[in-house]
Structure formats: structure tokens, C-alpha cells
């Protein structure tokens, strides 16, 4: 069975709630394929007006984060039980930015996963190498280990529906991509340790994007390799151009 691709914008800290449903208005005729799942990932104040701007179309609105309490004494933070209520599905966790900015490990990363499925949300995992780790030759063992410990205690049923974005750090916000080479590579190293730790099935039906400086230009062959089923879009997805992604 084929694989549905999945195009997901990360719009980051970027687009105030007003900004948010101009942009979704400018971007729902451009992005408009029965065959790709279209989702925006948005900060959560503009999650409801971005929903209600998407309304009937086939964008689906996720979240950026989301904590792994289901409610209480944390100030600041999303539960799961809120983004299900304003009607998200995906919530990206683990984002390379997360883990340096926000002190994120793989084992909240672990936490945040078992409770996104716990909610029926679909997580968008996040993994990736540095530059030093791709030039030390490491690159496979690192992605392995991040994978490895998301995934502790998920089972094969909830495994099948993740998507994994593949997202090398050195290219993310530099304009410099992976080759599709690289990329494939890497998807199918993910691919094969899903296999290991489940089974064939399983890493059949898990998505596996790539991120990372994808654009316009560049998609369509990064598309086109066998193990890289969608796209984690940040810069390129605050633009018309994304339309042209969705369509690559
Ligand atoms: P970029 O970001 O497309 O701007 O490189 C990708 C991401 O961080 O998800």
C-alpha cells in the first residue's frame, strides 16, 4: 500500500493571529491535492483562528508543541486535552530548536509522544544530526539512538501512524539542503530501524518527511526518493511557495 505524503509547514514564532488567517486565506486555493495530507503547523494562540480560516478546505491546522501533563500546575504550557478540543491532530515534538532552546530531551520527547498517542493526536517526531555529528561519521548511530528512545513503550499500532521528520540541523533556516541522496539515506536508515524494532509492516506504514531548507526548487527530487514520504517546511511555508511544495 502506498503511502499518503504528508507536506507540513512549521511556521515557527512567526504570524500573529490576524497575520495567521490572511495567511491561511492566501494560502488555501495553492495548496488545494486530494493526494497529500496539507497540514500548518502554528503557535498555539493562532491555532483556533487559523482553524476557523481553514474551515472546509483541505488544510489541516497542528501544533508546534504540546506538554506531557494532562493538566495543572505548569504555567505557560499546551496540554493534549486543549489541542484535541480546538480540533488539532498533529503536534510536532522534538524539534531541533526545542531541544536547544528549550532544554527538550529524547526522554521528554519519549513523554510528550506516549502522550500525544495516549490523546489521538499524531505526533511529527522529530530527529537529526549537527553538523560536528555528520562530520564525525555519526550521523546513522545518532539518529538511531533519538529514535530509539522516542519510541520506548510506543507500540506497533500506535508506531505505523507516526511521521518522522528527518531533519539535519545544519540544515535547518540556512538555505543550505541535504543532497536527496543524503536524505534518502537517512530515511531509509529510520525506515529499516523501525523494521528492527517492529516489524516490516510497521516501518512500511510509518511517514518519514524530510526538513530542512525544502523549497520550491529543491522538493521535487527530495520527493521522488523511495523512502521520503513528506516535507517539515519552515521558511518556505509562510509563502506561496508551499503551494508549489503541496503540488511537487
Ligand atoms: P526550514 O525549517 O525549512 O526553514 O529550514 C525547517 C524546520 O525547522 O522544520
Request: hydrophobic fraction near 45%; proline fraction near 4%.
Amino acid at each position: 500500500m502506498a503511502r499518503k505524503k504528508i507536506i507540513a509547514g512549521n511556521w515557527k514564532m512567526n504570524m500573529t493571529p490576524s497575520e495567521a488567517v490572511a495567511l491561511v486565506n492566501t494560502l488555501k486555493p495553492l495548496v488545494v491535492n486530494d493526494d497529500v495530507d496539507v497540514v500548518f503547523c502554528v503557535p498555539a494562540i493562532d491555532i483556533i483562528p487559523a482553524m476557523e480560516a481553514a474551515k472546509g478546505t483541505n488544510i489541516n491546522i497542528g501544533a508546534e508543541n504540546m506538554y506531557f501533563e494532562e493538566k495543572g500546575a505548569f504555567t505557560g504550557e499546551i496540554s493534549p486535552a486543549m489541542l484535541v478540543d480546538a480540533g488539532v491532530k498533529y503536534v510536532i515534538i522534538g524539534h531541533s530548536e526545542r531541544r536547544e532552546y528549550f532544554a527538550e530531551t529524547d526522554e521528554t520527547v519519549n513523554k510528550k509522544i506516549l502522550k500525544a498517542f495516549e490523546h489521538g493526536l499524531t505526533p511529527i517526531i522529530c530527529c537529526g544530526e549537527s553538523l560536528k555529528q555528520r562530520e564525525q561519521g555519526i550521523t546513522i548511530d545518532w539518529i538511531r539512538q533519538q529514535i530509539k528512545i522516542a519510541f520506548l513503550n510506543v507500540t506497533a499500532e500506535q508506531a505505523a501512524t507516526a511521521v518522522i521528520a528527518y531533519e539535519p540541523i545544519w540544515a535547518i533556516g540556512t538555505g543550505k539542503t541535504a543532497t536527496s541522496d543524503q536524505a534518502q539515506e537517512v530515511c531509509k536508515g529510520i525506515r529499516d530501524l523501525i523494521a528492527e524494532m517492529y516489524d516490516a509492516a510497521t516501518a512500511e506504514a510509518v511517514r518519514i518527511q524530510y526538513g530542512g531548507s525544502m523549497n520550491a526548487g529543491n522538493a521535487a527530487e527530495l520527493l521522488a526518493k523511495p523512502d521520503i514520504d513528506g516535507g517539515l517546511i519552515g521558511g518556505a511555508s509562510l509563502k506561496p511557495d508551499f503551494g508549489q511544495i503541496v503540488n511537487a
